[in-house]
Each structure stands twice: as structure tokens, then as C-alpha cells.
């Protein structure tokens, strides 16, 4: 089955606690991207890539690293989290950057981080 | 700039149509996608319009004017598994990122 799966699924941490939010894909794209979603602010991308060692910032990256030593996987790192980074994540891949027609995402199950 | 707006919650009843408005002034722009997202679900892709006119999809449809920076969603014979967040994205010009709306929260009454 064609997925994007992210791990964990809900995670309570304290504040400068390093953490790692796992991302990764089985449909070979090329693609992947980090969203955060806070109520009222929608979907905000935090980092992309767009192939292997190649990643680049988003429009709220502060906080926030990335890595894309695979094309499958994209990790999510949060070096020292604070309570601001309480949110919801989700990873996305799509096939290809450059994005021919309806080349839409498909979005990870998503996680819950709660940084106290 | 990037800027998308949409109403914020929206309420219609069951068996009833209705339009969510999405206006947008971004940098660039290479297609609008509507996205469905349940609450504490991931989004999953509704439609897409890159050119201005109507794309239908079963009880979908959603509709560009590129030269008035605006689409809508529109969804007919409301059922009440429709009660769920629309989101309205744009992709840049080089297709590499999108931005999204703040999303409408749509309550469908029986």
C-alpha cells in the first residue's frame, strides 16, 4: 500500500529535551516536505526537499532541522524544543518537484507534539 | 508576499450545496489545489485548477479566475461525512512549494 507513515504519533516532551520525528515513504518520490499546523494559521512548511542531500527552508525553519540521506526518509529534528513547537506536524511527499498537472501530496497520518 | 484567505467556519445542511471562496495573492502561481482534512486526520487532495474555468468531480467542483486571484470549492447533495476542514493551497511557479489557506471548518446539520 502506497504510504507516507510518521513515527510517533503523539509525543509529550519538556523544553530543550532533542528530539526526532521520523518520516518515510514507499512510493519512490522524489519530493518530501515537514508542515506544522496551529489553529487559525493553517499549514506552514518548515523544510523540503527536493531529492537526496538537497533540502532547503521553508517559511517557519527556525528550531528545526532536516536531513535526506534516502529518498525514503526525512526526519524531522528538534535540537533543543520549546513550548512554541507545541503543534501538529505532517510529513508530505509527491512525485517530483517540478510538479506536472495534478502532482498533489499525500500527507503522513501526523504527529502531536506537546513540548512543556 | 504570500497571502490566502477563506471564510473561517461555515455551517449548511444536509442535502444542500455549498461554496467555500478562496482568495489568494502569492508571488507566483502553478495551480490550486482543495484538500479535505477530518479532524486529527492527515489532508487528502480534492482538486486542482491551473486553468481559470470549472473542474467538476462528482459531487465536487471546484472553480479558478487567475486574473482575480480566487477560486471556490463548490459541494453538492451535503452529506453529513462532509462536515470537515477545507483547505485551499496554491503551488509557486516552480512548483516546488505550496501555501496554504487557513482552511474553512464546514458543519453539515442534519
Sequence with gaps: EA???QNPRYLITVTGKKLTVTCSQNMNHEYMSWYRQDPGL??????????????DKGDVPEGYKVSRKEKRNFPLILESPSPNQTSLYFCASRLEYRG?????????????LTVL | GQNIDQPTEMT???????QINCTYQTSGFNGLFWYQ?????APTFLSYNVLDGLEEKGRFSSFLSRSKGYSY????ELQMKDSASYLCAVRDSYGQNFVFGP??????LP
Design chain 1, 3 to 5: 504510504q507516507v507513515t
Design chain 1, 42 to 55: 493553517g499549514l506552514r512548511q518548515i523544510y523540503y526537499s527536493m531529492n537526496v542531500e538537497v533540502t
Design chain 1, 100 to 112: 506536472y498537472e495534478t502532482d498533489t501530496q499525500y500527507f503522513g497520518p501526523g504527529t502531536r
Design chain 2, 12 to 18: 449548511a445542511t444536509e442535502g444542500a450545496i455549498v
Design chain 2, 37 to 41: 482534512q477530518h479532524a486529527g486526520e
Design chain 2, 73 to 76: 470549492l463548490l459541494l453538492k
Design chain 2, 103 to 108: 482552511g474553512t471548518r464546514l458543519s453539515v
